[in-house]
Structure formats: C-alpha cells, structure tokens
C-alpha cells in the first residue's frame, strides 16, 4: 500500500526548488543588468545646452563630431552641420551601419548604385560626409531652407518629413560640435576598472588633419608634439623614463580678419570637443583648452577649472593628451 502523504512531500519538494531556482535566475539578470547599466553609464556622451542635455553613446558622439569636422574643413555653417546631424539621426541614429535598405548603407544610408561611391568609400564616414555635403552646397539657399526640404533634396527619401524629429537634437549637437558652445559635450569612457592604455598621438594627429582637412591643418590646426614629456594624470611622469611624448598640442589661431578672439575661442572650443568625442576610440587621457580640463579618469565631473582667466586668456592650444 502507498504511503498517503509520499505525493504532497514531492510537489512541496518541487514547488521549493522552483521558487529557489525562480529568485536565483531574477538575482542573476539583476546583477546582469545593473552592470551592464553600469558599463553603459561609463561609457556615454552628454550634450548640454540651453537647458537641455542629449544622450549620445560613444560611437554616435564621434561620428556626430566628424561630420562636423568636415563641415569645418569647407568651411560649411553651423546649418549644413544641423542639416547633416538630423539627416544622419533619421537614415542610421548616427551609426556607421554596413546594412540598409538594398544597398543602402553608412552614416547617411547611402547607396554605391546610386553614385555615393564604392561600398568602402561608403563606410568611411569622412567620404560619406563630403559627398551628403557635396550634394547639400548645389542646393540655392540651402541655410534658409526648411531642414525637412533640404536633406529630402539630398537624400530623396521615401519618408521625408521624418527629418523633423530629429532637427532639435541635431542643432544642439552642431552648437557644440562647431564649438559655439563651450564645454557643453563630456563623454565618460568604459574601462572596467582597468586603466587607460594604448593611446597613440600620431593617430590623433593624423585624424585631426583628415577630418578637418589640409586647409585647418595649415592655418589654424598647426598639430606638433608637446615639447615636454607629458605626466600620467597622478602627476608622477612618463613610466619606465623613455620620455615618450603623449601630448599633442593644437593651434587654436585663425587667419587675420574678423574677431580673432572670438573666432580663437570657438576653434579651440571645436577641436578640445572633437578630441573628447573621440576619447573613447583614441584612448585619450586629457583634454585642455583655456582654463578647463577634462581627464577620462574624472570624465564623471565633465569639464573642469583650471587656472586663472589671466591664464586662460593667454591660452591658445588645445592639448590632448593619450595614454601610455
């Protein structure tokens, strides 16, 4: 005969193991979460101005700060920067995509069978940006025209309104990007407790001068190495004493003409942002302009003061300093 009371112990059993199994799989995916949130939380970029801040992660922050970058190299207006951003945001949410609609693909959903270039030109977003502008100047009174009809000019999109949505983030985005708004962008960069290693200033420099193009890189980008071993943010020096330089020091002067000040002010504002936008690719340690300093190990903080205004007035490079 079989005992009455074998068939309850084994479902109170079961039901035990179940629930124990249930609360460890929900401590697991917490914990999975929640340090992942972490990790994405280190490894972002904000833009604040006018009372408003934008989320960016680290690969839409630089490709937004090359486009840009060659808009500068042409000498293109904050527009064709806006107008570029929001068309951008809409066809790939800022995103060097390799797929797409046919054959559509990079930063602007562009299309090798429809005269962009080769899929490898297509890619390089320094390419896809010349041609979106090479499109954008031949459009009369592009500036002045709405945002909606002067990407659908360029991009002859099935959706075209849908560029709208997107025109407020890309304004503030081109308020810094061209440096019009100072220390408005910070980005934090994800190393996972470990340190920042492995940069390179010949990268940097030779980025520098692709994306903003021979005519900055002459005038107004004069890039050199520090003439000085830079320190490791502890403040100790080179490790190991090979005197290596890591710093990369940018000439923030324009050409005679105009506000000089002024105009000194935004460029240098232009390139430090651009190098922090890049930070988490170029393994870039600190960033310097004037009399602010962002650090990768303090990016929490953003932008911080240095110095006097005396000091900062005297400023006119922007350094950006790699590490080892």
Same mark, same amino acid.
């Given at each position: 005969?079989?005992?009455?009371?074998?068939?309850?112990?084994?479902?109170?059993?079961?039901?035990?193991?179940?629930?124990?199994?249930?609360?460890?799989?929900?401590?697991?995916?917490?914990?999975?979460?929640?340090?992942?949130?972490?990790?994405?939380?280190?490894?972002?970029?904000?833009?604040?101005?006018?009372?408003?801040?934008?989320?960016?992660?680290?690969?839409?922050? #630089?490709? @937004?700060?090359?486009? !840009?970058?060659? &808009?500068?190299?042409? =000498?293109?207006?904050?527009?064709? +920067?806006?107008? %570029? $951003?929001?068309?951008?945001?809409?066809?790939?949410?800022?995103?060097?995509?390799?797929?797409?609609?046919?054959?559509?693909?990079?930063?602007?959903?562009?299309?090798?069978?429809?005269?962009?270039?080769?899929?490898?030109?297509?890619?390089?977003?320094?390419?896809?940006?010349?041609?979106?502008?090479?499109?954008?100047?031949?459009?009369?009174?592009?500036?002045?025209?709405?945002?909606?009809?002067?990407?659908?000019?360029?991009?002859?999109?099935?959706?075209?309104? #849908?560029? @709208?949505?997107?025109? !407020?983030?890309? &304004?503030?985005?081109? =308020?810094?990007?061209?440096?019009? +708004?100072?220390? %408005? $962008?910070?980005?934090?960069?994800?190393?996972?407790?470990?340190?920042?290693?492995?940069?390179?200033?010949?990268?940097?420099?030779?980025?520098?001068?692709?994306?903003?193009?021979?005519?900055?890189?002459?005038?107004?980008?004069?890039?050199?190495?520090?003439?000085?071993?830079?320190?490791?943010?502890?403040?100790?020096?080179?490790?190991?004493?090979?005197?290596?330089?890591?710093?990369?020091?940018?000439?923030?002067?324009?050409?005679?003409?105009?506000?000089?000040?002024?105009?000194?002010?935004?460029?240098?504002?232009?390139?430090?942002?651009?190098?922090?936008?890049?930070?988490?690719?170029?393994?870039?340690?600190?960033?310097?302009?004037?009399?602010?300093?962002?650090?990768?190990?303090?990016?929490?903080?953003?932008?911080?003061?240095?110095?006097?205004?005396?000091?900062?007035?005297?400023?006119?490079?922007?350094?950006?300093?790699?590490?080892?």
């Amino acid at each position: 005969m079989t005992p009455t009371g074998g068939a309850p112990k084994k479902k109170g059993r079961l039901f035990r193991f179940t629930m124990a199994a249930l609360v460890l799989l929900g401590i697991a995916g917490y914990v999975t979460e929640h340090i992942t949130e972490g990790a994405s939380l280190r490894a972002q970029c904000t833009v604040t101005a006018d009372g408003r801040t934008l989320k960016l992660d680290t690969q839409q922050a #630089a490709n @937004a700060s090359t486009i !840009a970058a060659v &808009a500068t190299s042409r =000498s293109l207006p904050e527009r064709a +920067v806006t107008i %570029a $951003l929001a068309t951008s945001l809409q066809e790939s949410g800022l995103r060097n995509l390799n797929h797409g609609d046919r054959d559509s693909m990079g930063l602007f959903q562009q299309r090798p069978s429809q005269g962009w270039g080769t899929a490898a030109q297509i890619m390089d977003p320094v390419h896809a940006s010349n041609e979106f502008f090479d499109s954008l100047v031949k459009i009369r009174g592009y500036s002045r025209l709405p945002l909606t009809v002067a990407a659908q000019k360029v991009q002859k999109s099935g959706y075209p309104q #849908a560029y @709208a949505k997107h025109e !407020a983030d890309a &304004a503030l985005m081109a =308020s810094a990007l061209t440096g019009r +708004v100072s220390a %408005a $962008l910070n980005c934090t960069t994800a190393t996972g407790g470990a340190k920042l290693t492995g940069g390179d200033p010949a990268k940097v420099r030779t980025r520098l001068s692709r994306e903003f193009g021979s005519k900055v890189t002459a005038s107004t980008a004069k890039m050199s190495a520090s003439s000085q071993t830079s320190g490791t943010s502890d403040g100790k020096g080179s490790s190991g004493g090979s005197g290596a330089t890591r710093t990369v020091a940018v000439s923030s002067a324009v050409p005679s003409g105009g506000d000089a000040r002024g105009d000194e002010k935004q460029r240098g504002w232009e390139l430090a942002q651009w190098a922090v936008a890049h930070a988490h690719e170029l393994k870039v340690e600190k960033v310097g302009f004037r009399d602010r300093e962002w650090r990768a190990s303090d990016s929490g903080k953003g932008w911080q003061k240095t110095g006097t205004a005396a000091e900062a007035a005297q400023a006119q490079d922007v350094t950006i300093t790699v590490a080892q």
